[in-house]
C-alpha cells in the first residue's frame, strides 16, 4: 500500500484530513484502511470502479456513516465526535439525491437553508444550474439532468467551504456536464475544497488537481493525474491506437452546440 | 424567526400537506361523505317495529284500539286491506300484521260493554325475531290493558317506565363521535405510515441527514402538522354533524380537541411504528390496516358493541379507538368533563406510551 501523498498545494494545511479508516457491512470490508489529506482549495477525485468503497469513504466523511476505526476530520472538527458541526461546514450532493414533494424547487432551497440557519436567496443558486426558469416547478416534474443540477444548487445554500460530489455528470449529457466543469471550476476559483467520485477519466483529469485510485476498500495510488500518466508512460505503455486530435464528443458538441437543452 | 429550523419545517410541512390532494381527500372529504351517507341513512328510524293492522270490525272500538296503538312510540303503524298488509309482510316491510276480527268490540245491541271473548291474530315475519318480539310484547302489554280496562278488574301492578336520557338522542349523535374518531386514526396511522416510508424509500430522508438537521426537529415538524389537521379535522366533522344533522355537542368543545389530540398523539406513534417497520408502500398498508381496520367494526364506530358477544366486548375495552370513541362521546353526549373520563384519557396515555416505545425501536432513515 502507498503511503498517503502529503503534497500540498500552495503549502496549505489539510482541510480534510482522513487516517486508518475501516468500515464493514456484514461479510464485505468496505473500507479497509484509506488515508488521505485534501488541502484547502483543491479539487480532489476518488476513482474506482463500483463497489470500491468511495462512497461509502465518502459518506464517513460527511458524518452520515460512522467508520468502525480511523479518523476523519474536516476543517479541524472530528467528524465521529461532531457529525453535526461537520455537517454545518460541508455542502453534499449524493448519488441519488430526492427531496421533498408538494414543495417548489425555491422553496426547498429556502428550506434547505433554514436548516442550516441561514436565509438564502435562491435565484443565484438557482441561475449558476439555469433552474430559475423552473423555481415554481416541484422537484418531482424535473427531468433527470435537471434533478442533477438542482441536487448541485442544494448542495451550496449553505455557502459551505468543502463541497463533496458523488458522480456529479452521471447521466448528463455532454452540455450539461460541460456546464458542471464550468460550475465546479468556479466554485475552486472562490476558494471552495472539492472532493468527488467519477467514472469518467477525461473529467478527473480535466478538474482534478489530484486523484486517489480505490479498488476493494483501499487506495491503490495517489497522485496529480499528469504524474500518474507520466509514470504509466515511463513504464512503457504505449496505447495501440494513436489518439486523434478530435474526439466523437467534439464532433457532437460541434454538431449539437454547446448551450444547456433542459430549463 | 423563519431561520428557525423548526418553525420553517414545521411551515413548509404545513404548505406541503396542503397541497397534497391525497392527503387532504383521506382527512376531510372521505370521513365526512360517510358521516352524510350514514346520518342520511338515520339507523335509529330502523329501531322501530313495523306494524300493520288490519281492521275488519271497522268500529269504535277498532278505531280507539288502532288510536292507542299510534301512540306508541315504538311502532310505526300502517294500516290497510288484509290482502296489502299480508302481502307487506312477505316482503318484509311489515314485522308484524295484526287481524282485528269483525267481532272485537261489544256485541251489537248490547249497551254496556257486553264483550264475546274475542282473539286477535297477530302474524309476524319469522325472518326477524327481534322486531317480532318487541311487536309482541308491546302488544300484549297493550291488550292486557285493554282486558284490564273492559273487565274492569282493578291493576294491582303498575310498571312505570321513565326515560333515562333527557335528550331525544338520535342515532347522528352515536355515530358523530364514532366518524371523528375513525377519522383521526386513519390519519395518524396512514398519512405517517405513507410519507414517511415514501421518504425513506425515494432517499429524502437520506438528504436530510447529510444537513445538520436534529432529527427531533424533522419528526416534530412532521407531528405538529399532522396534530392541526386532526383538529381541522375534528372541528369541521363536528360541525357538519351539528349544524347539518342536527346532533348533540353536550360538552366543551376544547375538552373534546383535547381527546382529538390525544388520540391523534396515539395513532401518530403507532404510524411511526409501521412506517420503521415497512420498507415499501406496499408493506405499509396491509400493515396499517390491519391494525385499522378490526378497530373501525370493533370499536364502537358505527354501532354499539353492546351486539358484540360477551368475549369480544372485553377485548375490545382495550383498543385504543374505543378509548378515543367514547372519550369523545361521553363529552358529546353526556357533557362529561375530561375529569369523568379519566379512564379513557388513561388508556390513550397508555397506549400512546407503548406505540412510542414500538416507533422507537423500529424507526430508521434509511
Known amino acids: 500500500m502507498t503511503t498517503p501523498n502529503h503534497q500540498n498545494i500552495d503549502g496549505d494545511a489539510p482541510i480534510i484530513f482522513v487516517e486508518g479508516l475501516r468500515k464493514r457491512y456484514a461479510d464485505i470490508q468496505a473500507v479497509d484502511g484509506v488515508s488521505f489529506t485534501v488541502s484547502k482549495g483543491e479539487v480532489f477525485a476518488l476513482l474506482g470502479p463500483n463497489g470500491s468503497g468511495k462512497t461509502t469513504t465518502i459518506e464517513i466523511i460527511e458524518g452520515m456513516r460512522a467508520a468502525d476505526s480511523g479518523k476523519a476530520t474536516v476543517a479541524g472538527i472530528d467528524v465521529s465526535r461532531d457529525p453535526r458541526a461537520v455537517k454545518q461546514v460541508i455542502g453534499v450532493q449524493l448519488q441519488s439525491s430526492v427531496f421533498f414533494e408538494h414543495l417548489q424547487l425555491q422553496e426547498i432551497l429556502k428550506m434547505l437553508g433554514s436548516i442550516y440557519r441561514m436565509k438564502i436567496d435562491p435565484e443565484p443558486l438557482l441561475t449558476t444550474v439555469d433552474l430559475w426558469e423552473r423555481r415554481a416547478a416541484s422537484f418531482r416534474t424535473l427531468s433527470g439532468g435537471q434533478k442533477q443540477r438542482f441536487a448541485i444548487a442544494a448542495a451550496l445554500v449553505n455557502d459551505p467551504s468543502v463541497v463533496f460530489l458523488d458522480e456529479p455528470t452521471t447521466g448528463l449529457d455532454p452540455q450539461a456536464r460541460h456546464l458542471m466543469w464550468e460550475t465546479i471550476q468556479g466554485w475552486k476559483a472562490q476558494g471552495r475544497t472539492i472532493v468527488l467520485t467519477t467514472h469518467y477519466m477525461e473529467e478527473a483529469e480535466e478538474l482534478c488537481d489530484r486523484v486517489a485510485v480505490m479498488d476493494s476498500g483501499r487506495i491503490i495510488t495517489m497522485d496529480t493525474p499528469n504524474s500518474l500518466i507520466d509514470e504509466l508512460l515511463a513504464r512503457g505503455f504505449h496505447r495501440q491506437q494513436e489518439v486523434r486530435p478530435a474526439t466523437l464528443e467534439d464532433v457532437f458538441l460541434d454538431l449539437t452546440g454547446r448551450s444547456l437543452r433542459e430549463f | ?366
Open chain 2, 1 to 366: 424567526m423563519l431561520t428557525n429550523p423548526a418553525i420553517y419545517l414545521t411551515w413548509m410541512s404545513i404548505r406541503m400537506w396542503l397541497r397534497d390532494r391525497a392527503a387532504l381527500f383521506w382527512t376531510f372529504f372521505l370521513p365526512m361523505v360517510i358521516m352524510v351517507i350514514f346520518g342520511l341513512l338515520n339507523f335509529g328510524e330502523l329501531g322501530k317495529v313495523n306494524l300493520g293492522i288490519v281492521d275488519l270490525a271497522q268500529n269504535e272500538t277498532s278505531a280507539r284500539f288502532v288510536e292507542r296503538a299510534q301512540g306508541m312510540e315504538s311502532l310505526r303503524i300502517t294500516t290497510g286491506s288484509e290482502n296489502g298488509e299480508l302481502d307487506a309482510l312477505t316482503n318484509g316491510r311489515r314485522d308484524l300484521v295484526l287481524i282485528l276480527p269483525e267481532n272485537f268490540g261489544p256485541a251489537a245491541g248490547s249497551r254496556d260493554a257486553e264483550w264475546q271473548p274475542v282473539a286477535i291474530r297477530v302474524l309476524y315475519h319469522g325472518s326477524r325475531p327481534a322486531e317480532s318480539q318487541v311487536g309482541l310484547s308491546l302488544l300484549q302489554s297493550g291488550i292486557d290493558e285493554i282486558n284490564f280496562a273492559l273487565t274492569g278488574t282493578e291493576r294491582l301492578v303498575t310498571l312505570e317506565s321513565e326515560a333515562v336520557a333527557a335528550r331525544d338522542l338520535g342515532y347522528i349523535d352515536f355515530l358523530m363521535p364514532g366518524v371523528i374518531g375513525m377519522a383521526i386514526m386513519q390519519l395518524g396511522l396512514f398519512s405517517v405510515a405513507f410519507s414517511f416510508v415514501t421518504m425513506k424509500r425515494e432517499g429524502v430522508l437520506r438528504r436530510l441527514l447529510a444537513t445538520p438537521l436534529n432529527p427531533a426537529t424533522l419528526l416534530s415538524a412532521q407531528v405538529v402538522t399532522r396534530l392541526i389537521a386532526v383538529m381541522l379535522q375534528t372541528l369541521i366533522l363536528a360541525s357538519v354533524a351539528v349544524f347539518i344533522f342536527g346532533a348533540e355537542f353536550a360538552g366543551n368543545f376544547f375538552a373534546v380537541l383535547l381527546a382529538a389530540g390525544l388520540g391523534g398523539a396515539v395513532f401518530l406513534a403507532l404510524g411511526f411504528a409501521v412506517s420503521g417497520w415497512a420498507r415499501t408502500e406496499q408493506q405499509a398498508a396491509p400493515l396499517a390496516n390491519i391494525v385499522s381496520l378490526p378497530m373501525m367494526f370493533l370499536s364502537g364506530v358505527f354501532f354499539s358493541r353492546d351486539v358484540l358477544p360477551g368475549i369480544l366486548q372485553t377485548v375490545t375495552d382495550y383498543l385504543p379507538l374505543t378509548f378515543l370513541v367514547e372519550a369523545i362521546r361521553g363529552m358529546t353526549v353526556q357533557g362529561d368533563s375530561i375529569i369523568t373520563q379519566w379512564p379513557n384519557f388513561l388508556g390513550m396515555a397508555v397506549w400512546f406510551v407503548i406505540a412510542f416505545i414500538i416507533a422507537n425501536r423500529t424507526f430508521r432513515w434509511e
